[in-house]
């Protein structure tokens, strides 16, 4: 079973300033990791997602983020952000090979960007 | 391609109503997912898919039931809608095997009066 915290539930932050998101996780298996971002009023749409190799992944939008096995962390990073950056974010983990392809997501970030 | 999509986008239901979902993907995903997203609780996986004709229970499963009669199908259907059923519903699905992420629809807005 895979569990994934998100420690901040709200991050308010001025325009062009950097930003990181955290993300922790647990699992007692190899994991694939995502950030996924959701707009109001729609769908969650990927971000960006480490599978394996370079534990510094590179996403849409300016985005990246760095897998850390040891501290189990995925933290989400952007240098400078926009007020079109204001969304909900989403880390998620999903177990390889195991559990039907199912993910488990934290609770959401709400990123606020303000001019 | 549409990719992921749902039908209908909103509902207003009274306590007791039935209705079902519709969810379709035209990009031959063999798994797929029902969820449901409240204020501060994240996504909640209700029922899944593994390919046509097979569904099983995800965490919140009580109340809803599903079926998967075509591989680009998976229908979410509430027989006696409840109040603590009024939620926002998306539909997800994903390749068995590459590209593990799942692709989301844009969600139907649900409230049960």
């Known amino acids: 079973a895979q569990s994934v915290t998100q420690l901040d539930s709200q991050v308010p932050v001025f325009e062009e300033a950097p930003v990181e998101l955290r993300c922790n996780y647990s699992s007692s298996v190899s994991v694939y990791l995502f950030w996924y971002v959701q707009y109001p009023n729609q769908g969650l749409q990927l971000l960006l997602k480490?599978?394996?190799?370079?534990?510094l992944v590179k996403g849409i939008n300016g985005f990246e983020a760095e897998f850390n096995k040891s501290q189990t962390s995925f933290h989400l990073r952007k240098p400078s952000v926009h007020i079109s950056d204001t969304a909900e974010y989403f880390c998620?983990?999903?177990?390889?090979?195991?559990?039907?392809?199912?993910?488990?997501f934290g609770d959401g970030t709400t990123l606020t960007v303000k001019p | 391609n549409a990719g992921v999509t749902q039908t209908p986008k909103f509902r207003v239901l009274k306590t007791g109503q039935s209705m079902t979902l519709l969810c379709a993907q035209d990009m031959n995903h063999e798994y797929m997912y029902w969820y449901r997203q409240d204020p501060g609780m994240g996504l909640r996986l209700i029922h899944y898919?593994?390919?046509?004709?097979?569904?099983a229970k995800g965490e919140v499963p009580d109340g809803y039931n599903v079926s998967r009669l075509k591989k680009q199908n998976f229908l979410l259907g509430l027989e006696s809608a409840a109040p603590s059923q009024t939620s926002v519903y998306f539909c997800?699905?994903?390749?068995?095997?590459?590209?593990?992420?799942?692709?989301f629809g844009p969600g139907t807005r649900l409230t049960v009066l």
């Open positions: 898919s593994v390919g046509e004709g097979t569904t």
């Open positions: 997800a699905s994903s390749y068995q095997t590459s590209s593990p992420e799942q692709f």
């Open positions: 480490y599978l394996s190799g370079s534990t």
């Open positions: 998620a983990v999903r177990g390889i090979n195991t559990n039907a392809g199912k993910s488990t």
